[in-house]
T-cell receptor, first 109, second 111 residues
Framework: KNEVEQSPQNLTAQEGEFITINCSYS?????LHWLQQHPGGGIVSLFM???GKKKHGRLIATINIQEKHSSLHITASHPRDSAVYIC???????????FGTGTRLQVTL | DVKVTQSSRYLVKRTGEKVFLECVQD?????MFWYRQDPGLGLRLIYF???????EKGDIPEGYSVSREKKERFSLILESASTNQTSMYLC???FGLGKLFFGSGTQLSVL
């Protein structure tokens, strides 16, 4: 069993829909990261959080440390949000990350 | 604008060749990482470095070595390339436990 599990693996939505991507982890963490990778592109860090909630534009990330769970929400989704979203965690004091396998999101018109 | 630059976007090499992948960051980050990304397997850590001349093995170091002679530069070396090392290679850097900054990746094909 992977230490970091994401669901769903694939997601198709229509423009304007509210989207939720989930991440569960089985180890103690010091921080959780949400990353975005567009097709053929590099990876961009969206959020790093260790508690509570963060918001940037239409993106919201939440984390529940007790339940070892995080969600990434996209409000009013747009085709340009189509990408792979990756959850990753810092375990303990280590600066290296453990990654989920990603959620592929496709937003259609 | 912060930058992590990887020397090549696409690379084609032959089995047995020695391959160098270079990564340079301009943010004075102490941590640098090399990952490979394969379909269905996600990102896997090959090596990382937390200071000049310091390195630690990641999850899949076999067949790879690294060099960090200067803080801004982290090189990944494939001593004798094999076909199972065909992959997307991504370099990243960070400061402490902060956000990671990634390069745009090198798609390596070993024939």
């Amino acid at each position: 069993k992977n230490e970091v599990e994401q669901s769903p693996q694939n997601l198709t939505a229509q423009e304007g829909e509210f989207i939720t991507i989930n991440c569960s982890y089985s180890v103690g963490i010091s921080a959780l990261h949400w990353l975005q990778q567009h097709p053929g592109g590099g990876i961009v860090s969206l959020f790093m959080l260790s508690s509570g909630k963060k918001k940037h534009g239409r993106l919201i990330a939440t984390i529940n440390i007790q339940e070892k769970h995080s969600s990434l929400h996209i409000t009013a989704s747009h085709p340009r949000d189509s990408a792979v979203y990756i959850c990753a965690v810092n375990t303990g004091t280590a600066s290296k990350l453990t990654f989920g396998t990603g959620t592929r999101l496709q937003v259609t018109l | 604008d912060v930058k992590v630059t990887q020397s090549s976007r696409y690379l084609v090499k032959r089995t047995g060749e020695k391959v160098f992948l270079e990564c340079v960051q301009d943010m004075d980050h102490e941590n640098m990482f090399w990952y490979r990304q394969d379909p269905g397997l996600g990102l896997r850590l090959i090596y990382f470095s937390y200071d000049v001349k310091m390195k630690e093995k990641g999850d899949i170091p076999e067949g790879y070595s690294v060099s960090r002679e200067k803080k801004e530069r982290f090189s990944l070396i494939l001593e004798s390339a094999s076909t199972n090392q065909t992959s997307m290679y991504l370099c990243a850097s960070s400061f402490g436990l902060g956000k990671l900054f990634f390069g745009s990746g090198t798609q390596l094909s070993v024939l």
